[in-house]
């Protein structure tokens, strides 16, 4: 994601941290009202900051309806389609949530939808755990640019990108900030 | 037929001209003779290497009496004694004259070769040595080197046998009981590679004893390949006793060390091993103080199948006859008589050859060397970055000038290590 | 990383990295599909010049565990025992496309020569007496997974150290994780020049250790006049029941396999709760696994 320093024009704020804190409380809101009040439902977060997110939308969901959402955690390195483009990326933990995925419907939570691999590399990753009732997908930005048949059934915001612009997320909990900002491309 | 060399210095003296006339170096009148422009060169006494393994009869394919002797000429040589550990061995008259026969046809060097102590180097029984000496090939020195004599009483036997023609027994010395196995120089290097060692003191223990049974019974000993600072301190010993005990020294074990062995190329697997920088510093101190007399190279080439494998299965053996005089010069420096000592006429000495070892002036045998100190010759590889090895030495362009026994090298200054084998 | 040549050559952070994939791995282990898709279409080779079963199914079942293609290569009835050089083997591998070949070889020092003829990589599994360093990371594993750490642990390696791979493997890598290692056994079987602690002495190393890991002693070294008898050896450098009980409370008990029971081991601490023999066998999958996700898993 990082561009030559001087191909880059200063970097554009889209949400703050205020924003972005709405922006979570109306996700959680919207899983409520979608899925009649949370019930067999667990989240699993993507490493990095997909993991923060979903302990995020767990707590939102506690603090408006009182229910309890397990959260999981979900690596995604091992079956991602790019392995031999990089060089080998160090595995991150995968934490099953407490009573397992089989009968229950997951939502993956994700910080930026993109092309959709990451997804498509959870799904897979999802089947060697267990067996949902069905899978849905929240992620905090969609900026576009799918390369495969993938669509967010919860989406914080969609912001139209050029390719060659980047969104980084920021969280509190990793980045000691909350703030999502995008980066320009050639300009 | 007459050559003219102008201009040459003699082992470092003020230029001269060298006419030279039937294989042999005159004075008098140089009209009609072909002139040699010998301006910045150093004339030494052709070089002499006690310890050639020339491979042939039997191993063809690894070096032959022709390809050896090109490469010995290239190296500045004159004369090389061939190792008796060919197939068969060299421990009859036939077979010592068939080397001799050899090296006369490839005629580039004079190739003297030497003559197993036991019959098929096996320790057991001495070969016919009278017969081998009284031979054409008048072999004066015996070694069954690649393996030791350690039966202390044949050794004796042995030496006291050569007395009745001047012989020397030259000694490749390995307590055969202490180096079962042994793969490399046994110390930390060894340990940490998981490979059998090779105890200093299997050397020094047998030196010890060839030595002292040497001053019981009085004849010359000559000892092949000092690897240890302890058997030159044995050597230092015998010396001042006044035993008649010589020694040599390879270039690789004056410039290398265990830690070579550290990549597992067999190219540095040499027997004996290639040992410590402390080792390595006792045998250059020995070698310019003269407890050690001669550089000899132990130039065992082997074709390319016995090195390119995993090296507990390589043959030890390293090049030394292209590359010798210059390590020789990165040790000694350009001491021109030292050189000329301890390279050409102490081995003449101890083979016993006559016509080797003098100085190139007014009539002396012209087995001389030409030198050019500054120039450098592209041969070596860098340290640590030896190239895959090759099944014998590269065929060397004939020796420029068709001077008969004269040869002319211009040997790198810069010391590289033998690499190919 | 692009070989595993030896123990000796990882540093702390690489050797930790492997550690923790391999706990990763583990994981894996404990699920209904126990199967990867990260390696699919690569291939490895299992290119064992000595049989051992217990390493070439160890490694094998690391490979099909992330889906990675697998052709084993015994050098019994094959080409390998009609007199084929290494070199010719490894060109014959590197024309079949092997992204990496797992090799033991009873030559120290033959996976080095193997990394210089193959473009792929390679695995040491066992070279003679010098090395075999995914042992040392398993054991490395089952020491911090049972006891939780490695900085500061107190090992004692017993037995033939002189020529044992796994020994010199875990030498160097328990100290570059910072444990304190001693090597204890006769005088003929222990090298002085590793630069670690040497005893002489087993029951007084006992009562301050935190692993003992017993090595295996072949039977033919008596002949050889390392030691006098197997009765002698077993009782100054075996490990019984009273001996074991000198040990702290919270020590363990390892050992490479196969066990000479009742020579080095007695059976009643081969069985005891302080064994991790069994769990350095399943260990032994997880960071071959890790081994080959990260000599494989990135871009060639």
């Given at each position: 994601m990082a561009l030559p320093e001087a191909a880059q024009s200063q970097p554009k704020t889209i949400l703050t941290s205020t924003d972005l804190q709405r922006v979570v409380d109306r996700i959680a809101h919207q899983i409520l009202e979608k899925t009649q009040g949370a019930a067999d439902t667990a989240l699993m977060g993507i490493p990095t900051r997909g993991g923060p997110l979903a302990r995020r939308l767990a707590d939102r969901i506690r603090t408006f309806e009182g229910v309890d959402v397990p959260v999981g955690v979900l690596d995604i390195t091992l079956y991602?389609?790019?392995?031999?483009?990089?060089?080998t990326r160090a595995i991150g933990p995968t934490e099953v949530p407490?009573?397992?995925?089989?009968g229950r419907r997951v939502i993956l939570v994700d910080d930026v939808l993109f092309s959709g691999r990451t997804v498509r590399a959870a799904l897979d990753a999802l089947s060697d755990i267990g067996r949902p009732r069905s899978v849905q997908l929240a992620v905090l930005v969609d900026r576009g640019h799918r390369e495969l048949p993938i669509r967010a059934d919860y989406v914080g915001k969609n912001i139209p990108t050029a390719l060659a612009e980047s969104v980084r997320v920021a969280l509190e909990e990793i980045d000691g900030v909350d703030e999502v900002k995008l980066f320009g491309g050639t300009q | 037929m007459k050559y003219l060399i102008k201009g040459v210095s003699v082992l470092g003296r003020p230029k001269t001209d060298l006419l030279i006339r039937d294989g042999v170096i005159q004075q008098g009148d140089a009209k009609g003779a072909e002139v040699l422009d010998g301006d910045g060169l150093v004339a030494l006494p052709g070089l002499v290497d006690l310890h050639t393994h020339l491979r042939e009869p039997g191993r063809e394919d690894a070096e032959t009496v022709e390809s050896g002797s090109r490469a010995a000429a290239l190296g500045g040589y004159t004369a090389v004694c061939a190792m008796a550990n060919t197939s068969p061995v060299a421990d009859t008259a036939g077979v010592v004259e068939q080397v001799y026969r050899l090296g006369r046809e490839a005629g580039l060097v004079d190739v003297q070769p030497i003559g197993a102590v036991t019959v098929g180097l096996a320790g057991e029984r001495l070969a016919e040595l009278g017969a081998m000496a009284t031979s054409a090939a008048a072999v004066r020195v015996f070694s069954d080197d690649g393996h030791c004599v350690s039966d202390p009483k044949l050794m004796r036997r042995a030496l006291e046998y050569v007395k009745a023609f001047d012989g020397v027994i030259a000694q490749h010395a390995e307590e055969p009981r202490l180096t079962e196995g042994a793969q490399m120089h046994e110390g930390e290097v060894a340990t940490r590679l998981g490979l059998t060692g090779w105890p200093a003191v299997a050397e020094e223990a047998t030196r010890a004893r060839a030595v002292r049974l040497a001053e019981h019974v009085g004849p010359r000993l000559h000892v092949c390949h000092v690897s240890t600072a302890g058997s030159v301190e044995v050597l230092r010993h015998a010396k001042a006793r006044g035993v008649r005990v010589t020694a040599e020294v390879t270039p690789h074990h004056l410039l290398l060390t265990d830690e070579r062995a550290t990549s597992y190329d067999?190219?540095?697997?040499?027997n004996p091993p290639l040992r410590t920088a402390a080792d390595v510093s006792a045998l250059r101190a020995a070698l310019k103080e003269g407890v050690i007399d001669i550089v000899a190279t132990d130039h065992a080439p082997h074709a390319v199948e016995d090195k390119e494998c995993e090296w507990a299965y390589a043959r030890p053996g390293m090049l030394g006859l292209e590359t010798a005089l210059s390590i020789a010069l990165s040790v000694l420096g350009e001491d021109w008589d030292l050189i000329a000592e301890r390279m050409s006429r102490a081995p003449a000495r101890i083979a016993g050859?006559?016509?080797?070892?003098?100085?190139?002036?007014?009539?002396?045998?012209?087995n001389l060397t030409l030198v050019d100190p500054a120039a450098r010759r592209g041969g070596g590889p860098g340290r640590g970055a030896p190239p895959r090895p090759h099944p014998r030495p590269p065929r060397p362009a004939p020796p420029p000038p068709a001077v008969p026994s004269t040869r002319r090298s211009r040997p790198p200054a810069a010391a590289t290590p033998p690499t190919r084998a | 990383m692009k070989h595993l040549l030896s123990a000796a050559d990882l540093d702390a952070a690489t050797a930790t990295l492997v550690l923790d994939t391999a706990a990763e791995m583990a994981g894996i282990a404990g699920r209904e599909v126990k199967k990867l898709p990260t390696l699919r279409g690569r291939t490895v080779v299992n290119l064992f010049y000595e049989d051992s079963t217990r390493t070439r199914i160890s490694f094998e079942a690391a490979a099909k565990r992330l889906s990675a293609d697998v052709i084993n290569f015994s050098a019994k009835g094959s080409s390998v025992s009609k007199g084929e050089s290494l070199k010719d083997t490894a060109l014959t591998l590197q024309a079949m496309g092997a992204d990496a070949v797992v090799i033991r070889h009873p030559a120290s020092g033959a996976p080095h020569r193997l990394a210089t003829w193959v473009e792929g990589s390679v695995l040491n599994a066992g070279d003679g007496t010098h090395e075999h360093p995914t042992q040392a990371l398993l054991d490395a594993y089952t020491m911090r997974s049972r006891?939780?750490?490695?900085?500061?642990l107190k090992v004692a390696v017993v037995g033939d150290v002189l020529h044992s791979r796994v020994a010199r493997s875990n030498v160097a890598l328990l100290a570059t994780l910072g444990a304190k290692v001693t090597l204890v056994g006769p005088p003929t079987l222990i090298p002085v020049d590793l630069q670690t602690q040497v005893s002489y002495d087993l029951d007084a190393v006992l009562p301050d250790a935190d692993v003992v890991m017993m090595l295996r002693v072949q039977r033919e070294r008596m002949n050889d006049s390392y030691f006098p008898s197997e009765r002698e050896y077993a009782r100054r450098y075996g490990l019984d029941g009273p001996r074991m009980r000198k040990l702290p409370e919270h020590a363990i008990v390892m050992h490479p396999g196969p066990m000479n029971r009742g020579m080095e081991i007695a059976p009643e601490v081969a069985d005891?709760?302080?064994?991790t023999i069994v769990e350095q066998v399943a260990n032994g999958v997880s960071v071959r696994m890790a081994v080959l996700y990260l000599l494989l898993g990135g871009k060639p």
């Open positions: 991602r389609d790019d392995l031999r483009r990089q060089a407490p009573g397992g995925i089989d | 067999p190219v540095f697997k040499v050859l006559s016509g080797h070892g003098h100085d190139p002036v007014p009539g002396a045998p012209a | 006891l939780g750490r490695l900085a500061g005891s709760a302080r064994s």
